[in-house]
């Protein structure tokens, strides 16, 4: 089985300031791992994910996140950041041995960045 | 083309009565699913079917019913409906030979009164 734990509930943020997401895991098996945003009432997109490879994924508006393996984390980061990005953002895996098994969700951070 | 459509997009009912949410996905995948988004934002899987099949189903009260009449619908009937049932319901697909990620709808946010 597996659980994530996200650190922060909500994140407060002053806008081109950098933030951190974040987010550990707990898996008796490997697993896929991913980022989802999701704004408000909308559903839920996906950010990035790490499937293999380079541990360290980035999306294409900038947030990146670091695979930790010792760790077991999955932190989201972003170096600046825009009223526009304020959103609830929530981590997940799943088991990589069972592709078409379920997404285990973290309990959600809410960034909100102010101006 | 939305790639995932659920419908409707807000229900509001009263308790005891019977309602059915409909999803479709015009992406190709084989597998679909139900998440129940609490008042908390807590995300919670429901069910999840595999080509029509009942793969997933997450000690859910028998009032839900899943229905999959091809693998690109799943709708989600719900029977006797009560206060605590109230959230957003979200559809959500996948390729299950592949592990990028799901494609969720916009939600349906049902209101119990």
């Known amino acids: 089985a597996q659980s994530v734990t996200q650190l922060d509930s909500q994140v407060p943020v002053f806008e081109e300031a950098p933030v951190e997401l974040r987010c550990n895991y707990s898996?008796?098996?490997?697993?896929?791992l991913f980022w989802y945003v999701q704004y408000p009432n909308q559903g839920l997109q996906l950010l990035l994910k790490y499937l293999s490879g380079s541990t360290l994924v980035e999306s294409i508006n900038g947030f990146e996140a670091e695979f930790n393996k010792s760790q077991t984390s999955f932190h989201l980061r972003k170096p600046s950041v825009h009223i526009s990005d304020t959103a609830e953002y929530f981590c997940a895996v799943s088991d990589r041995n069972n592709q078409g098994g379920k997404l285990i969700f973290g309990q959600g951070t809410e960034l909100s960045v102010k101006p | 083309d939305t790639a995932v459509s659920q419908t409707p997009k807000y229900l509001v009912t009263q308790m005891g009565n019977d309602k059915s949410i409909k999803c479709e996905q015009n992406l190709g995948h084989d597998t679909m699913y139900w998440y129940k988004q609490d008042s908390k934002k807590f995300l919670k899987i429901m069910f999840s079917?595999?080509?029509?099949?009942?793969?997933i189903n997450e000690t859910v009260p028998n009032r839900f019913s899943p229905k999959s009449p091809d693998k690109a619908h799943l709708n989600l009937h719900i029977n006797s409906l009560e206060l605590g049932d109230s959230a957003v319901y979200f559809c959500a697909s996948s390729r299950s030979d592949r592990n990028y990620g799901y494609t969720f709808g916009s939600g349906t946010r049902l209101t119990v009164v």
């Open positions: 079917y595999n080509n029509k099949e009942l793969i």
């Open positions: 898996s008796s098996v490997s697993v896929y």
